[in-house]
């Protein structure tokens, strides 16, 4: 929808709803058009394009984006059902994370245009949770458990060194504690198949050979986790989750998420409290 209205401009509100928050910021603006009037000054008129993306106002004849409001982060639109042209909504700026409020005059469809930004705004929050939105919750679940592995598997290569630490200083003083000359070296025992049986404390044995030519070293295990076949990083449940979105997308899915359900309200009140009013 594209409307061509008066801006009365924007001021900066305590709160992102209410009633008498709008009242007052909708009474400060007009009684600031009122003195440029006075002064021979025009209202400036620009374009206001709503849509599923936000509410955009143009500067009509450039088409120059005054100020881009997104949806999820208006929280209050109010029409003024006696003079059906005041109509304003509240804003959370982009940059300064401040609420501010926008009041405008347009030609006797105030609540037509309110309606458009309650409809475009309930429009947006569900393609919000068609594309992925509703998913972030559990992304934040995931993410939170695949911390906690990290941390158990951190301590349980710190439990590991230690145990390695204490079986080596016990050889150590075992060796120490023989008596001078009479250490003799034993040969490891074989198993039924005249075999070395395997312990993960035993050094590597030498690289077998057969028929004189010795076999080509066997890869380590950690060189295959690192890369495939292909060159690739092999996949890995445990991290696809927190790392689908950067950092800076997923804060803006988070922020997104927080504006819809703070859900917008769409109210009809009277702004024309006194004489001066009447008179803007």
């Known amino acids: 929808m594209n409307a061509h209205v008066q801006f009365l401009g924007s001021t900066e509100v305590e709160q992102p709803k ?7 910021a909708v009474r400060k603006l007009k009684f600031a058009r009122h003195i440029k009037k006075s002064e021979g000054q025009k209202i400036p008129k620009v374009e206001l ?3 599923i993306y936000g509410v955009k106002i143009l500067e009509p004849k450039t088409k120059e984006v005054q ?16 003079d059906k042209r005041i109509f304003t909504f509240i804003c959370k ?14 030609e006797k469809c105030a609540e037509e245009i ?9 429009l947006a929050y569900r393609k919000f949770l068609e594309s992925g939105g509703k998913d972030v919750e559990t992304r934040k679940q995931i993410a939170g458990m695949q911390k906690r592995i990290q941390d158990l598997e951190t301590e349980n290569m710190e439990l590991k060194n230690k145990v390695q630490d204490l079986e080596n200083r016990l050889r150590i003083s075992q060796v120490s504690s023989s008596p001078a000359g009479n250490v003799t070296v034993k040969s490891p025992s074989t198993d039924i198949f005249d075999m070395v049986p395997f312990s993960p404390l035993s050094h590597q044995s030498p690289t077998p050979t057969r028929n004189g030519t010795q076999l080509p070293p066997v890869p380590s295990r950690s060189a ?5 076949l292909f060159g690739a990083e092999p996949f890995d449940p445990f991290n696809c989750g927190a790392g689908d979105f950067p ?15 703070m859900g917008l309200t769409l ?14």
Do not use: W
């Open 247 to 261: 950092p800076d997308i997923q804060s803006k899915l988070d922020e997104m998420q927080e504006g819809f359900k």
């Open 224 to 228: 295959e986790i690192q890369r495939d």
């Open 49 to 51: 394009q709503i849509s």
């Open 93 to 106: 700026d982009s940059e300064s994370n401040k609420h501010l409020c926008y009041v405008f005059d347009s």
């Open 67 to 82: 100020h881009n409001c997104q949806l999820h982060r208006i929280s209050f639109c109010a029409d003024d059902k006696t």
């Open 114 to 122: 309110t309606l458009t930004i309650g409809q475009a705004f309930d």
């Open 18 to 24: 209410g009633t008498e928050v709008v009242r007052d």
């Open 267 to 280: 109210e009809g009140t009277v702004f024309c409290l006194d004489p001066l009013d009447s008179r803007c």
